[in-house]
């Protein structure tokens, strides 16, 4: 290691830099390149996808209908591929690179080493996309065997896996160059320590995913001759699930460098800040039980110890930064003389900026809808109300949707002035898309967990049963519940399409941004909040009180009504 | 550390203790409960012993398939069986009884989702689960299945009648 990187340090002294005129922070080029190359990448997976989530409301609306069974199974395939893996993992890549190299001006280790990353990444993807619309592999993302897809969709996925896997190891040799150059100083800031908390929970995750489809591939091409259902789930979900807390920390650090950067944030305590993120990796790799809580074979004691991440330890660490965020920003605005009432530092916010607005909108929608309906979907007992209905899609479109996605939109509106240097084309449209997507997937979000509670099933092409030998019917509260769905997944599909047409707009004809475009129109308040470590010192902070009190509230009403509605139902033991 | 934070934090910690007992509390003193009673079966031997159960109970057959309605004894053990793409055999229960239930699958993973009752249960080949089910009203149930399985997947509605 030592031989390499006095080499490295050689190299790195002549590798090109330039400093950003927004925030005085050094950008090498090399960094720069790789980080501009996987956000494009995944917003054009994002593109894609997108679209077809939208294909899939109005297939699920019964007034419309509008795919075909087969069709409607594949592109339900494609859009939870595209969408949940490419965009959300290609995006992920960035923000490493962003949080490493960027924020502690430093240069990216291996830069050779990212790039057949992302070439991994890209083949994998594009193996495992052009496998699904082939139409031999519509087995969902999740592909439960023993239902089997084609072997080029488990090897595309593996690719992808090992690639993201390189892109982590560039991120971890980074931060050992920065560390080692004193590119920084005292600790590395809380946005690198997020990103870091995101990286050594992908190593897991990745492993898990190879642990799993290695053998389901070796399954496909007939080496081997089965594998045990319960054990694929437990193993995969050890992926999935996993690969989910990856998304929360990546989109939490997102909310405290957006902070940090649109108002000069800084958290409220550094260390609990940190100590949250540490709960993260401690606890959050239990948990696969979410999906194991409806099967066969599996003893509850273990079910509810890892459904509850130990005694839910990581959603504590969560509920403190559902504080610490608000507070941040409450605290910034105060010491920046908005200090009227309980709600005047809210009231001034700068809400028509799209970074500012879009990670307020992930914070608040992440909160009440996605975190609430996930420890409830997640309790052991009441589970069963709600597994595999459209509960589910509807829980995680709260989540990876509003939280995930929606922070990893705002931060593209600071991305591509600080690192693309284009000025926003369409400044009107891009002030109005994150509310405008946001009320689209919060309906849609909302209508899939009511249609679910009525017990509609996910991943269903025909909620009448027309060509059923047995029949139900669903009460019309349901076909309501789709019909709105549908319609504010065009809303939502309205939202994600002016994001891509500003961000594409702006890398292509965006005005380029030079030292009087940035003086015009400066985009943040500086980078030292975002690469210093260091508290607000302010205690005043009713607003946020305010906040978090109703907040909890609404989670232990939520919480025991659903308690009584497993009481009513047939006793089962 | 402000006490803001401080307040929050105990709060939640406390709050996450509350929910985990409350789960370990329902198992004691709740009605709902999944069983962990759960067998290795092959595909074979679960549809010999529906077979059984059938051969003995069916009172009448439906639909145009003609899938056997079965009427087992209250406190029996009963099964049905997922496959591609039906429930077999629909059930025939009394108010008020209680019934072993058995599931398994014949090929791939299916969902047992009993309508409108809303009870959700996934449903495995080679594993035979098994759980305690008390019905408490009359009526005809559909089960529907919530687990992608393919082409007919949403051709695959079971039924279970519960009579007085
Ligand atoms: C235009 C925005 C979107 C709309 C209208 C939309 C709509 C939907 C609908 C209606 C379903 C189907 C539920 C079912 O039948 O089971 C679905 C599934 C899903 N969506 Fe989205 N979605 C959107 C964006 C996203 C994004 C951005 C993500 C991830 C970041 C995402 C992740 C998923 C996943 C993972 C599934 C599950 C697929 C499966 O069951 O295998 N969606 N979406
Ligand atoms: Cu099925
Ligand atoms: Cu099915």
Known sequence: MSATTAEDVIAGIEEKYRTCLDTGLKVYEKAETLIKINAVTAVVFLAVGGFFGVLVALTRWPAVHLLPAELFYLVLTAHGAAVLLFWIIFFEIAVLYFASAIILNCRLAAPKVAWLGYVLMLVGSLLATVAVLQGESS???????????????????????????????VFFGTLVIAKEEGTYEGSIPLVTFGALTAAIIAIFTIASGAIILVPTWLWSLGLISEIDSVTYKLVWWGM?????????????????????????????????????????????????????????????????????????????????????????????????????????????????????????????????????????????????????????????????????????????????????????IWPRMAQWQPYVFAIGVAGTSLFMM?????????????????????????????????????????????????????????????????AAEVKANPVVAGGEAASTYGSEGTLKLPGTITLVSIFFLAFVLYYFINWKFLSEVWPLS | MHWPEIIWISIAFVWGLVMFLAMIYWHIEGEQNLSNEAYRITPDAFAEKTEAMAEAYTVREEGETGIPVVHPPPGSEVYMLA??????????????????????????????????????????????????????????????????CGIGHHDMVGRIYVVE
């Open chain 1, 139 to 169: 087995v969902m993302f999740t592909s439960y065997v023993p239902m089997q897809a084609a072997p080029n969709f488990y090897l595309g996925l593996i690719l992808f896996a090992v690639g993201a896997l390189l892109g982590c190891f």
């Open chain 1, 240 to 424: 999935g699930h996993s690969s989910q807390q990856v998304n929360v920390s990546a989109q939490v650090s997102i909310w405290y460098v957006i902070a940090a950067l649109v108002l000069g944030a800084k958290p409220l305590s550094e260390k609990v800040s940190r100590t949250a993120f540490l709960l993260y990796i401690l606890f959050l790799q239990l948990a696969c039980a979410h999906h194991m809580l409806a099967e066969p074979g599996i003893s509850s004691e273990w079910k509810v110890f890892n459904t509850s991440y130990a005694f839910y330890l990581a959603v504590l660490g969560s509920m403190i930064h559902g504080m610490s965020v608000p507070g941040a920003v409450e605290a910034a605005q105060r010491r920046r003389g908005f200090d009227k009432g309980i709600f005047g530092w809210l009231r001034h916010a700068p809400w028509s900026n799209p970074a500012f607005s879009g990670m307020a909108l992930s914070v608040v929608l992440f909160g009440f809808l996605g975190g609430i309906s996930g420890v409830v979907l997640g309790t052991e007992q009441i589970n069963l109300l709600m597994h595999n209905t459209l509960y589910v899609p509807g829980h995680f479109h709260a989540t990876v949707v509003l939280g995930t996605t929606l922070a990893f939109m705002a931060i593209t509106y600071l991305v591509v002035p600080l690192i693309f240097r284009r000025e926003l």
């Open chain 1, 450 to 514: 009511g249609a679910g509670t009525l017990g509609v099933s996910r991943r269903h092409w025909d909620i009448t049963f027309s060509e059923a030998a047995l029949s139900f019917d669903y009460p019309g509260m349901a076909f309501l519940m789709m019909g709105l769905n549908g319609i504010f997944g065009v809303i939502a599909g309205i939202g994600g399409l002016m994001f891509v047409l500003v961000v594409v707009g702006s890398l292509l004809f965006g005005k380029p941004r030079g």
């Open chain 2, 83 to 148: 496959r591609l793409w039906e429930w077999c055999p629909i059930l025939e229960l009394e108010k008020g009884q209680s019934y072993r239930l058995h599931l398994s699958s014949m090929d791939w993973q299916h969902g047992f989702s009993l309508q409108p009752t809303n009870i959700n249960l996934q449903v495995h080949p080679n594993y035979e689960m098994v759980l305690t089910i008390t019905p408490t009203e009359t009526g005809v149930f559909g089960v529907v299945c919530n687990e992608f």
